[in-house]
Each structure stands twice: as structure tokens, then as C-alpha cells.
């Protein structure tokens, strides 16, 4: 199978250009620039990309790579950075922009370039630089400008040299997908390759020949990625794999019945499951504080998972559901600084008796990891839930967590997911679920006075959660979602629409 070697010069968007080139049936990997020249012969690449960066491409401690990448005799596209370090190495001059261009800006382009077959010759694409290319590299030629930028791409043909100051891999780019696709299908020529059917047959052979005739064992926490890597362990070393399913008592309505009911009636899979509801409610008893009520979870958890560990002895794999953007934000795949630590990246529990982790899924982003749950039969109410938080709604009620509160907001969440799918917004929305606030105000329900609890809904669209807009709901949807919560939820006479986008807000409201 051909592969395409990303290397990661820190820009925002670099996580994206993978994803885009996993879409169009490619498999791709980033890596750090500081890859050595030894390690890219290694990976085999058929074809790399330069990212963007926030550094300047002549300034001293400048990102660069060995130039000898360019005489491996494959394609090289260099995306805005990217563009700019490849002049630089080849013997062009960048320069302080003269104009400096952020956002979308109208450029003409060569169409005879087969980077832009079949691409108008003016349309808008997402620029974001303020450098520009000066004098292109020798044996190339500029193949787009803008009205503030003589090189706004540039080709060395003969050796399948490209290089683009705009970001073809963000949606703002109107022809973004399309000149990707002439990059890896034409230049390149590659086919797609890349599916989740092909994807299958060599994880499934690759956890067979790691695991042999050996043990796992996976925490199953209910989310899509635990439940997907328990469906390509069961079918690759059948009953020797064992889950254990911690249920906290803070999961949403009916989902560690259900869980467990696909899992154990549909997969055959060996779940054993631990009801501590009560323990974590007392542990969690008069506790406000977002960060306190995480960490009383985080340690709840691994003592109950490590009791019921030992009674199942040792194992000889710890199996766990980490995904490509868990690896990469933490640090561990690419050059981008560190959004966020997770739990299951970069360390192994001390807790249980096993020799080795294996991660199935640790190649594959979370749209792919759903196709590869379908691919796998398990079902779509399953494969298609919405994004969950370890401490499950512990951090979306406002306060302290009781038992009346979780009844509340279980049953108003239900009733917000239940009215987005029927409305047809179950899949377009990126992450939708309902907040008990701590907030209690008077009401009229019967002729009576009532004070009692508000609802929040949130609602958002994003492409990599690291920044979000409220989605624009139709009226008539929060209209019936809240006529709804208010008749059929006790205690709540009030719902709230959030409105706030990432920054300044965040996803989760704790």
C-alpha cells in the first residue's frame, strides 16, 4: 500500500491535512521535522508534505530538514512553511511579506498545472502568512498569484517538486479537496487504497501475530473507541480477551445496559462489569469543584478496575483505545505543541500484572474509527454516540452530584438527543448534550409557584474541538426539546440554549 510521510512544522491545521489525506483513500502518518534522514528511509514513503509553522524560514533556529529529502526521487508537496523552507533549501529567497494575507483572498492560478486540473482559474482559498516567496528556487515557476503574492504556488515538474502558500486542507479553500486529490492521484499517482475493509484484515493480522495465544484485558468505559477496540480484539483472539466494564453510575440513560447488551448478547465478548454507583456517589458527596470531582473519579476508577483486575490474575496485554489526535496532542506524533494530556497516552497503570500494551486503533482518527465499528457490525446507535467525558455527567452538573440530579439530567439528555436525530441533526451536529446548572428560579407550572432547576443545551460545530461555534439550531426544535424537558422532567422549569463558541467558553461546561 502507498504512503504519504506529513512532516509537522507546528502549524494549527497540521492534524488536518492528514485527516484530508486519509479521505482521499491514502494512508498517511505525521511525523516531527526532526525526523532523521535514516528513520523517513525506514517509514518507505511514497510521497511526503511539508506543513505550515508559526516560525520564520530565515530566522536563526528556524525549523529545517535535511535537503536531501528532495533528491529521494518522489513527489513533494510544501504547504505555506513548508513552500517556504523548500525555496530556501533549493536556493530561493523569502522575504518579509510585502502584503500580508490572513483569510480568504481570490487567486488565479496555471490551470495547465496538474496541481490545479480541473480547478477554475480564480476561486478563494485560506491564506495565512506573513512571508512570502521572494525568488523561487531554480527549475521552478510560479503557478498562482494573488494580488499581494507573485508566488502564491510554485512547480519544479520534472521532479514532482509543489509547493503552496494557501492551506488547501481547510474547508475555506474552495477547491482545497480537489487539488489534494490532483497531488496524490495525479502527481503522485496513487489510487485509493485506504479503506476501513483493508484496514480490518491487517489490524486483525497484526493483533494476532503480537498477541499469539496470549491474555488482554481493555477497560471498556461505554464510549465509541473502548467499544470499537473491544469488537477488533474479540473477533482477532476470541474468548482471550477479557473487559472490564467500571460503571461509575454517572454514564447517560440506559448506556451501560446497552453496552454491556452488544458486547456480551451481539460480540460474545467476556465483559465483566462492576456497578459502583454507590461508591463514587459517596466518594463525590459535597464535592463543587470541577477539578476535585475529575481526580476523586480518575482514582475511584483505577482502584475499582485494579480490585477487580486481580481477581482475574495476570495478563499478558493491557489493551487500550487510544486514537491518532490522543498521540498527536500529546506530543507524541507529530511537532505540535501539547493541547491536552490523555489519560490513556504516554504511560503505562501500574495497577494490573501485564507485560505489554497494545493500541488497535492507535492509526486511525475518530470518523475512521466509527467506519471501522460499522465495518465490524457493531451497531450504529453504538458507533455513532455522542463524544462522552471520562467523568461522564459528573462535570455536567453544575455542583454537587446527588442521585436526583443525575435522574434530571439523564432524562433531559435523552430528550435532546432523541429530538436532534429525529430532526435529522444527530450526525451533523459535532457535540450536542444537555448541562443541570446549579441555578434554581421561580416558575408557573399548573397555577402553582414552582423553584426549580434550569436545563442548558449545548450544541457545536467543529473539526478538531479545539475550537467550536454554537450550532444555529432551528427555533422550532429548541421549542419542542424544551417543551418536552419542562413536561416530562421533573424539578426542571427552565431550559437555557448556550450560545457561547470555543474560546471563550469550552465544549464541556465543567
Not at 485506504?194 to 503480537?210: F, G, I, N, P, Q
Not at 473491544?230 to 472490564?244: F, N
Request: charged fraction near 25%; aromatic fraction near 8%; glycine fraction near 10%.
Amino acid at each position: 500500500m502507498k504512503k504519504v510521510l506529513i512532516l509537522d512544522f507546528g502549524g494549527q491545521y497540521n492534524l488536518l491535512v492528514a485527516r484530508r489525506v486519509r479521505e482521499c483513500g491514502v494512508y498517511c502518518e505525521l511525523k516531527s521535522f526532526r525526523i532523521s534522514m535514516d528513520e523517513v528511509r525506514s517509514f518507505q514513503p511514497d510521497a511526503l508534505i511539508f506543513t505550515g509553522g508559526p516560525a520564520t524560514v530565515f530566522e536563526e533556529g528556524a525549523p529545517t530538514v535535511d535537503a536531501g529529502l528532495f533528491s529521494m526521487g518522489i513527489p513533494v508537496l510544501g504547504i505555506c512553511y513548508g513552500m517556504q523552507l523548500m525555496m530556501h533549501l533549493l536556493g530561493g529567497q523569502c522575504r518579509k511579506a510585502i502584503t500580508r494575507e490572513y483569510g480568504k483572498t481570490e487567486l488565479t492560478v496555471n490551470t495547465a498545472s496538474p496541481l490545479f486540473a480541473g480547478v477554475p482559474e480564480k476561486a478563494v482559498y485560506w491564506m495565512s502568512h506573513g512571508v512570502e516567496v521572494e525568488t523561487a528556487a531554480p527549475g521552478f515557476t510560479a503557478i498562482a498569484h494573488s494580488d499581494g503574492c507573485r508566488h502564491a504556488a510554485v512547480e519544479c515538474r520534472e521532479k514532482k517538486l509543489y509547493g503552496v502558500q494557501f492551506h488547501p486542507e481547510v474547508v475555506h479553500t474552495e477547491y482545497g479537496t480537489k487539488i489534494l486529490e490532483n497531488f496524490l492521484y495525479g502527481i503522485c499517482g496513487f489510487s485509493r487504497e485506504w479503506t476501513m475493509e483493508s484496514y480490518v484484515e491487517t489490524a486483525l493480522r497484526e493483533c494476532r501475530e503480537k498477541i499469539g495465544d496470549k491474555r488482554v484485558l481493555l477497560a471498556l468505559s461505554g464510549g465509541v473507541d473502548s467499544a470499537v477496540a473491544a469488537a477488533l480484539l474479540q473477533r482477532a483472539v476470541g474468548d482471550r480477551l477479557t473487559c472490564i466494564f467500571v460503571d461509575h453510575g454517572l454514564l447517560r440513560l440506559n448506556e451501560g445496559d446497552e453496552v454491556e447488551r452488544v458486547m456480551k448478547g451481539e460480540f460474545h465478548v467476556d465483559v465483566r462489569r462492576v456497578n459502583a454507583q454507590d461508591l463514587f456517589l459517596s466518594k463525590l458527596a459535597g464535592v463543587t469543584e470541577p477539578e476535585r470531582k475529575r481526580k476523586i473519579i480518575g482514582e475511584e476508577f483505577i482502584r475499582v478496575f485494579e480490585a477487580e483486575a486481580k481477581k482475574i490474575g495476570k495478563v499478558d496485554f493491557l489493551a487500550q483505545g487510544t486514537i491518532y489526535p490522543d498521540v498527536v496532542e500529546s506530543g507524541l506524533g507529530g511537532e505540535s505543541t501539547v493541547v491536552k494530556s490523555h489519560h490513556n497516552v504516554g504511560g503505562l497503570p501500574d495497577c494490573v500484572d501485564f507485560e505489554e500494551i497494545i493500541e488497535p486503533l492507535r492509526r486511525l482518527f475518530k470518523d475512521e474509527v466509527r467506519q471501522l465499528g460499522l465495518t465490524l457490525g457493531l451497531p450504529e446507535s453504538l458507533v455513532w454516540r455522542q463524544p462522552f467525558p471520562g467523568p461522564g455527567l459528573a462535570i455536567r452538573i453544575i455542583g454537587e452530584i446527588t442521585r436526583e440530579k443525575l435522574d434530571i439530567l439523564r432524562k433531559a439528555d435523552a430528550i435532546f438527543r432523541e429530538e436532534m436525530a429525529l430532526a435529522g441533526l444527530d450526525r451533523t451536529a459535532n457535540q450536542y448534550f444537555a448541562a443541570l446548572t446549579n441555578m434554581r428560579s421561580v416558575g408557573i407550572m399548573g397555577d402553582e409557584r414552582t423553584y426549580d432547576y434550569a436545563i442548558a443545551l449545548r450544541s457545536v460545530q467543529t473539526q478538531d474541538f479545539m475550537t467550536a461555534t454554537w450550532s444555529r439550531l432551528p427555533y422550532e426544535l429548541l421549542d419542542k426539546v424544551s417543551g418536552r424537558i419542562v413536561g416530562e422532567v421533573p424539578h426542571i422549569n427552565r431550559v437555557l440554549y448556550d450560545v457561547t463558541s470555543k474560546p471563550p467558553a469550552t465544549v464541556e461546561w465543567e
